[in-house]
């Protein structure tokens, strides 16, 4: 298939990682060249046209100083493109940025997607880069990146696991011979686990949190073992009887209670993967172990958990935040593998 890939010494150029909450762009040969915030804020102009004002990490400060007219939005939700006039804005800013420019003025980009998005979807993303300057433009599933970035051996016959937990979505694919045999999606991932922190604390402690400080507790003390190695701090909210700033001491069960319902929801779809991998790989993945990926990979004791309830051996793949970015920028130098892993539009 396409073997056209193989006239150049590289598949690609650029590497984009549009995720729900940061976009990673990584150039080959140069590494990483941008991490921000998958975030645009803009001003509501004469009828339905929206007044771009910045995007990313700019986009974020203004949002925290400004007055109430300045609206923030993130263009990717659940990993694909919801706003395509901002999403196109927000890759037009990247691509253009000064680091990313002076690597590749027009790049042939790859762009990682989650598993099973619609030909619609797949659209979207290509015309939104091409129009934001990229002069080709190749897809791939993000759980075949993931893999790539964990250092899983995806051109054996082998069959390997890996669960990747974004920020929108949790993805668990059984990978062999460079093609994904089974993948379960679901839309549980970290912005999830911090809405469930936020309700928590409405309803069992009476408290109303910020989404950052639900984030921050999460990171900090969250457990999915909440009774094993317990932690305590201080929280700042406002008291939802009256309505004034009350603290209130929590402990790491606390989060890790507030947390357990989307952690299950993820072990729950790792059963299910393995109840739907042939047997024959299911051995392999005895053999060889769970690999997580993605931000979600952090929660404390998420591995232990799951290795207790699944009954396989797990490890956390080597910096699982930019496993996607590391396994994107491997792809680029490789014209073989991006034939073979690419989606057909």
Known sequence: MFSFLRKDSAAADVYIDLGTANTIISARG???LLNEPSLVAYTQGEGSRKKVLAVGRVAKDVLSRTPGNVIGQKPIRDGVIADFD??????????????????FSRPRVVVS???GVTEVEKKAVIEACRQAGAKQ???????MAAAIGAGLPIKDATGSMVVDIGGGTTEIAVIALADIVYCKAIRVGGHKIDETILSYFKREKKLIISEALAEELKISIGSAVPKKDIRTTTVQGR??????PRSLEVSSEDVGAAM???VQEIINAIHQALENTPPELVSDIIENGVVLAGGGALIRHLDLRIRNEVRLPVRIAENPLLA???GGEKVLADPDLLDKIQLEV
């Not at 037009?92 to 690597?103: G, I, N």
């Not at 433009?137 to 993000?142: A, N």
């Not at 008291?239 to 004034?244: A, K, R």
């Open 30 to 32: 140069h590494g990483i």
């Open 86 to 103: 901002l999403a196109h804005e927000m890759l037009k800013e990247f691509l253009l940025r000064p680091e990313v420019k002076k690597a």
């Open 113 to 115: 997607l989650p598993y």
């Open 137 to 143: 433009v190749f897809l791939i599933d993000e759980p």
């Open 239 to 244: 008291d939802m009887e009256s309505g004034l």
């Open 260 to 262: 357990n319902q989307p």
């Open 324 to 326: 996607l970015a590391v």
